[in-house]
């Protein structure tokens, strides 16, 4: 007979195990609850920037009316190339940060030379208030575009609130220029001054900086050894000044219709000048015929208006495009595919550093590395490498300039097109090339070299801290910058920086083919505009960009400009970084990064740190620890 078992009581826990086991219970539920909100979040995030994007597009397809006016108005600083990447970019426009605002000259130049050629385009109008000071050289390429623009016979329209000399530059290509009431024209010359600091690092701080150097005009490392500048720098800096600034004056006289003498005079004679207009600065540029009118922005947009075609729902009430749209119609009529041979350009931009950069930076790995992906391309048949450089790292230099030479050994031909600056470095990785192009504005030479040494053993004996010890030889130790130089280890720099100007002057003549004596002559740390350089033997020809490109294209044979397609190697971004940069760069997005504080988080971590004119000090103690003497060593082709 089957008797029926009964049920078991329930184990009663232990208080303590069940305080414990709820607990990690209460803990699971927490976590799975946090990941579903950040998993719908993220979800939630992905849809709406999906159609962000969608509208995007579709605003970008939208078609050009007819007797459309393309309105410039460049924000920030005109460069080669972005400094930060997309996504920092529009999250800091999206935060209200315009501090790190830039322009590429190319998309500007683009935007010009289409606009010039559009049918749909009736009128340019520049707006010029937010364009911050750039170098001159970009600025006269920037002018000779809408030189052309205005040649074809498209009405070129200048309005600003303000105006400094950069601004005015462009602003002066106009037919016609207005300016507000309560605005000025301020040309006031070329300046260059710089603060020293032996006084504070060696008898405040007592840090002693000691200078190897080869070129009495290598004035670089000045600052940190003098109280003022010397003699040598005085008189370098204002010949290539006064050169450049002659050639800017000459340029506004002829787009103007003045006398360069005038306008000299009208700055000479400043304080007298606003005077006898009564202090009001707008109607002194008008009597110096700086400007076209006064008039307020309602007053310029009311003639725009009169000009161009009525649109309510336009900013301004006129028919038109702004600059960033218009980049946008040109991107979308691009063809997807191109099967031309390719002239490839490279962009050497910033100050010259060793390893692998982002873009917008010179790296000797990274930059290395697309001058490589050029040569590997069978579709690249010829290299333009645009330099703007003030100089930097010897090697990172070299490795750069070897990979010149790796192309030209390829059989692809290398032409370098200098923008604001191609000095010491700059000029050491364009030397080697087939033809260097250069405005007549541009920086260049500065061909010297300077080794630098920081020593704190003064500063730590004011604080009582001493160095001793021992080492096997006179040399174990000799770079620690807290023990005093010794001169055994000053002589041993100073060969080295001889032997590194003996290779710069060298391989400037081989490149060149000039004497050693002749390139010597122009070297020395010496610094030239580029009609200076020209006249030298260090730039072969005067132009731009396009003149650059149109070169490379002849000596590969390629044919006229139809025949072949430019292109820019470049680091490229991710897939996310694209979509991610196009959402934060959207309305929706922009207000969502506005109000949270997502976009300040982010931004916070990627932009680019700012470079700091002492940061040799900064890190000379990288290598300290694990028992590593503290060292530090500047040998560099740098600055000017």
């Not at 336009?314 to 702004?322: L, M, P, Y």
């Not at 470095?425 to 087939?434: F, K, V």
């Not at 033997?537 to 294209?553: P, R, S, Y």
């Not at 620890?625 to 060292?631: E, I, L, N, W």
């Amino acid at each position: 007979m089957n008797q029926t078992v009964p049920p078991l009581p329930p184990t009663r826990r232990n208080p303590i195990a069940a305080f414990f086991i709820g607990l990690w219970d209460v803990m699971n539920f927490t976590r799975r609850l946090i990941l579903n909100v950040l998993f719908f979040g993220l979800l939630f995030f992905i849809l709406v920037a999906l159609v962000v994007a969608a509208g995007m597009g579709a605003g970008a397809s939208k078609s050009l009316q007819d007797r459309t006016t393309l309105v410039i108005a460049p924000e920030g600083r005109l460069v080669e190339q972005y400094s930060a990447d997309p996504v920092s970019r529009a999250i800091a426009k999206s935060m209200g940060d315009t501090s790190a605002e830039e322009i590429q000259l190319r998309d500007l130049i683009r935007a010009i030379d289409a606009a010039r050629e559009d049918k749909k385009i009736e009128r340019v109008v520049l707006e010029l208030d937010k364009l911050q000071p750039s170098g001159f050289a970009s600025l006269r390429e920037v002018a000779g575009a809408l030189q052309q623009l205005r040649a074809s016979g498209k009405q070129l329209v200048a309005y600003s609130e303000s105006m400094g000399q950069s601004q005015y530059l462009l602003a002066a290509q106009a037919d016609e220029v207005y300016l507000d009431p309560m605005g000025a024209v301020l040309l006031e010359g070329l300046g260059r001054y710089r603060q020293y600091f032996r006084t504070g690092l060696q008898d405040k701080l007592g840090v002693d900086v000691h200078l190897f150097k080869v070129g009495e005009y290598k004035s670089a490392a000045e600052p940190y050894v003098l109280d003022a500048a010397s003699p040598q720098a005085k008189e370098a800096d204002l010949y290539w000044m006064n050169d450049v600034w002659q050639r800017y004056l000459g340029d506004i006289a002829k787009a103007r219709r003045l006398d360069p003498a005038q306008l000299a005079a009208g700055i000479d004679t400043l304080p007298e000048g606003i005077a006898a207009a009564g202090g009001d600065l707008a109607k002194f540029a008008l009597q110096q015929k700086l400007v076209t009118a006064l008039k307020t922005r309602e007053e310029f947009e009311d003639l725009m208006v009169e000009r161009g075609v009525a649109d309510g729902d336009a900013d301004g009430g006129f028919r038109n495009i702004d600059l960033g749209s218009y980049l946008g119609q040109l991107d979308a009529r691009r063809s997807p595919v191109d099967s031309r041979p390719q002239v490839a350009v490279v962009v050497a931009a910033g100050e010259i550093s060793g390893g692998d950069l982002p873009a917008g930076r010179i790296g000797g790995e990274s930059t290395s590395a697309l001058l490589r992906e050029a040569r590997d391309d069978n579709d690249v048949k010829a290299v333009v490498l645009r330099v703007d450089s003030p100089g930097g790292e010897v090697f990172a230099s070299e490795q750069i300039r070897r990979e010149v030479v790796a192309l030209q050994a390829a059989g692809k031909p290398v032409v370098v097109s200098m923008g604001d600056l191609a000095a010491s470095g700059g000029y050491w990785i364009s030397m080697n090339a087939d033809r260097i192009y250069a405005d007549a504005s541009t920086i260049t030479g500065s061909i010297g070299i300077f080794g630098m040494v920081p020593n704190v053993a003064r500063a730590l004996d004011k604080i009582g801290v001493h160095t001793d010890g021992v080492g096997t030889t006179r040399f174990a130790g000799a770079f620690d910058m807290t023990k005093p130089l010794d001169p055994a280890v000053g002589q041993v720099i100073q060969s080295v920086i001889d032997k590194g100007y003996a290779d710069f002057t060298g391989r400037v003549a081989d490149a060149r083919k000039k004497p050693v004596e002749a390139v010597d002559e122009v070297a020395r740390g010496r610094v030239w505009s580029g009609a200076q350089a020209k006249e030298r033997g260090l730039v072969d020809a005067f132009g731009g960009l396009k003149d650059a490109v149109a070169d490379a294209a002849g000596r590969a044979k390629l044919g006229a400009g139809d025949k072949y397609r430019v292109r820019y190697i470049e680091k490229p971004a991710t897939p996310f970084a694209q979509f991610l940069g196009g959402f934060a760069g959207s309305r929706t997005g922009a207000w969502m990064l506005s109000e949270s504080g997502v976009g300040r988080m982010v931004l916070a971590r990627t932009m680019p740190e700012v470079d700091a004119q002492l940061r040799f000090v900064e890190n000379a103690a990288r290598e300290q620890g694990r028992g590593t003497p503290v060292k530090a060593l500047a040998y560099c082709f740098c600055g000017f």
